[in-house]
């Protein structure tokens, strides 16, 4: 089974903290994805990254930013946190966009709710 | 624009009844997933859909896909409590800038006795 597995669950940090995320996956997988979550806004990508160091911004990158040292590992890094970054936080990997007969589902973490106080 | 809408967004159920749950998408893509998320938990794969026509039944649920239509229903038979949860489709669209997949906003479902 594909396993994603992000350091916390729950995270309380104050305004103005540098806040990582961690998300480490055990598949292989090339893709590799930080979203959030919020109430009638549904899922939203901030980055994404299709390599070791290769990194992409997705809908909402702005307070955020990202690093991909490792292909099994992905962070999330919120450089001065604000009270609107309070949300969950979702990652999620998949296999490299566009194998032949394979397609690209993607396997999430458990979350880690944050809230910036 | 690329935009992928659930309808409904909230659904009530009595057990035992039969509804379906739709996806529209607007740009052209032969790849759909369906996910499901219970409360305070992460999403969970239910279906993949990769082809016009493709049709998958897990249990009570049952997804189809139409390409041309763009759109996707997942179709619930005699609902009982334990389908409670949120419901959200994922259209592939790989070569976007956005990554791979855009979500719909998601469709809670509440199944009641």
């Known amino acids: 089974d594909v396993k994603v597995t992000q350091s916390s669950r729950y995270l309380v940090k104050r305004t103005g903290e540098k806040v990582f995320l961690e998300c480490v996956q055990d598949?292989?997988?090339?893709?590799m994805f930080w979203y959030r979550q919020d109430p009638g806004l549904g899922l939203r990508l901030i980055y994404f990254?299709?390599?070791?160091?290769?990194?992409e911004k997705g809908d909402i990158p702005e307070g955020y930013s990202v690093s991909r040292e490792k292909k099994e590992r992905f962070s999330l890094i919120l450089e001065s946190a604000s009270t609107n970054q309070t949300s969950m936080y979702l990652c999620?990997?998949?296999?490299?966009?566009?194998?032949?007969?394979?397609?690209?589902?993607?396997?999430f973490g458990p979350g880690t709710r944050l809230t910036v106080l | 624009e690329l935009k992928v809408e659930q309808n409904p967004l909230f659904l009530s159920m009595q057990e035992g009844k039969n509804y379906t749950i739709y996806c529209n998408y607007s740009?052209?893509?032969?790849?759909l997933y369906w996910y499901r998320q219970d409360p305070g938990k992460s999403l969970e794969s239910l279906f993949v859909?990769?082809?016009?026509?493709a049709v998958k039944q897990e249990g009570r649920l049952m997804a189809s896909l139409d390409t041309k239509a763009r759109l996707s229903t997942l179709h619930i038979t005699a609902a009982v409590h334990d389908l409670s949860a949120t419901y959200f489709c994922?259209?592939?669209?790989?070569?976007?800038?956005?990554?791979?997949?855009?979500f719909g906003k998601g469709t809670k479902l509440s199944v009641k006795p």
């Open positions: 999620a990997s998949s296999f490299a966009f566009g194998i032949a007969d394979a397609y690209n589902e993607q396997f």
């Open positions: 598949m292989d997988h090339e893709n």
């Open positions: 990254s299709y390599d070791v160091k290769m990194k």
């Open positions: 740009t052209t893509s032969d790849r």
């Open positions: 859909l990769l082809s016009n026509g």
């Open positions: 994922a259209v592939d669209i790989s070569r976007g800038s956005q990554g791979n997949l855009i």
